[in-house]
Each structure stands twice: as structure tokens, then as C-alpha cells.
């Protein structure tokens, strides 16, 4: 949680087209514009797909329907799925040789997971504190939990990519994990010719919505071969 921020104890319930999800907490101060932040997870639950954008990026995106105690209201945008930053202030961004906009990786070398987390976007502000935000199903991917140590290091994703050596002297930030599990207000590669993965135009995302509705209309009973590999 960043300085002037808090989690409010009221919660509501987000209603989406395939589903709901209860007991999303709600973070102040109020902004001139309402946001929800999903995870993937909590996606494919709500059957929407929402845009990876950085907090404010709103144009283009869906809405969803929020309730509470007091009635509800329909959102027509806001929902997105949150990008992977890390909010610091001007002086850590100066010692780390780094700029606002910056893209970084983290790397978690505890919990026996060890995971690089690339596309970090580095947020600078004399209002900030250095502190990392991951959303729930990253957290819980490396075994994070809020408070814990991690690496700021450097990752080549071009076309000689290769993890950081050694010798690369990697920076230790000290990140929480995403304050909460989700929040209101305030990720491409084609596949091989003959690999039987969603066609392109189709996310791994989309088909497993797909999935999902194909095997809620069969009851159960499919005709078709089952693929269990996991989706790109």
C-alpha cells in the first residue's frame, strides 16, 4: 500500500457474465475514475477479458457490475488486469540508475520457486515508497508473500535471450506482493504449424473460456479428444 492509500473494510461483489466474485476489497482515496483490477484467474471466473494495462489506462475496456449493500451500478469500462510495477521514489530511482516508464524484471530466488518476472514498469514519484505489486496469481506462482525480498535484476527478452549471469550483481528490492487479492478502484507467440493449439486470433485465454462453455452445455460427456497440455 502506497503512502495515502487504504483498504477499506467495506467489500462488494463484482457480477460478471459467467459468474460473480464476493468479498472484493474496495482502496481509497476515491479517484475520478472507477477501476477493477482482476487477476486471470478471476477472469476466466467472471468470463471477461480484460486488457494488461497500467493503472489509469482505462480507454477500450470492459465494464462489469458492482454490488453492495446500499443497490448496484453497472460499470461501462474499468476492468483490467493490472500490469506488473514497482512504485519508488525519485532517490531509489537514482541510486538504482533507473527512470519512471523503465522496464525491469524481478527475480524470486526463495521458496524453492525461483521465478523472473520480466515487463516490470518502473513507477517514480516523491509521493511513492519502493514497494513491488504483483497481482494474486503471480504472487502465488512464486510462493510470495507480502513483505518478502526480491531481486531487481536485468533479463534480455530478445531474440539472444538469456537469463542474467552470476556475476550480474542484481539489485535487492524489498516488494510486497499485491496488498490484496484483487482491488476495485482505485499478458505471443504463433504456435508451430502442426501444433494443435488455438488457432491465431484465438488466446489461451479465450479458448479455455471456450472450454469451459463446451463443457457445461455437454454435461460432462465429450466426444472429442481431451488436451491436457497447458495453454501457452
Known amino acids: 500500500m502506497q503512502p495515502g492509500q487504504y483498504a477499506a473494510e467495506e467489500t462488494v461483489t463484482l457480477v460478471g457474465p459467467r459468474g460473480h466474485l464476493s468479498h472484493v476489497r474496495i482502496v481509497g482515496p476515491p479517484r475520478l475514475e472507477d477501476q477493477v483490477e482482476l487477476s486471470r484467474t478471476d477472469e476466466i471466473m467472471l468470463g471477461i477479458d480484460a486488457p494488461v494495462r497500467e493503472s489509469g489506462d482505462l480507454a477500450d475496456t470492459p465494464g462489469i457490475a458492482i ?16 500490469l506488473r510495477h514497482i512504485h519508488m521514489t525519485p532517490a531509489d530511482a537514482d541510486v538504482l540508475g533507473l527512470k519512471d ?17 520480466g515487463d516490470v514498469v ?6 511513492y515508497r519502493l514497494e ?16 518478502e525480498d526480491v531481486l531487481l535484476t536485468e533479463l534480455d527478452l530478445g531474440a539472444n535471450a538469456a537469463l542474467p549471469s552470476a556475476h550480474a550483481a542484481p539489485q535487492s528490492l524489498a516488494g510486497n506482493e499485491h496488498p490484496h487479492r484483487r482491488r476495485t478502484h482505485d499478458r505471443g507467440c504463433d504456435p508451430p504449424e502442426n501444433d494443435e493449439r488455438p488457432a491465431r486470433g484465438e488466446s489461451a485465454h479465450d479458448r479455455l473460456l471456450r472450454d469451459q462453455q463446451d463443457d457445461h452445455h455437454h454435461e460432462g ?12
Open 221 to 232: 460427456h465429450r466426444d472429442d479428444p481431451i488436451d491436457d497440455r497447458a495453454p501457452e
Open 122 to 127: 518502473v513507477r517514480v514519484s516523491p509521493e
Open 67 to 82: 454490488e453492495g449493500p446500499a443497490g448496484c451500478v453497472t460499470l461501462a469500462c474499468g476492468v483490467i488486469c493490472a
Open 132 to 147: 513491488l505489486h504483483l497481482d494474486a496469481d503471480e504472487g502465488n506462482a512464486a510462493g510470495l508473500h507480502s513483505g
Open 101 to 117: 516508464q523503465d522496464s525491469v524484471a524481478v527475480a524470486v530466488v526463495t521458496n524453492h520457486r525461483r521465478v523472473v518476472f
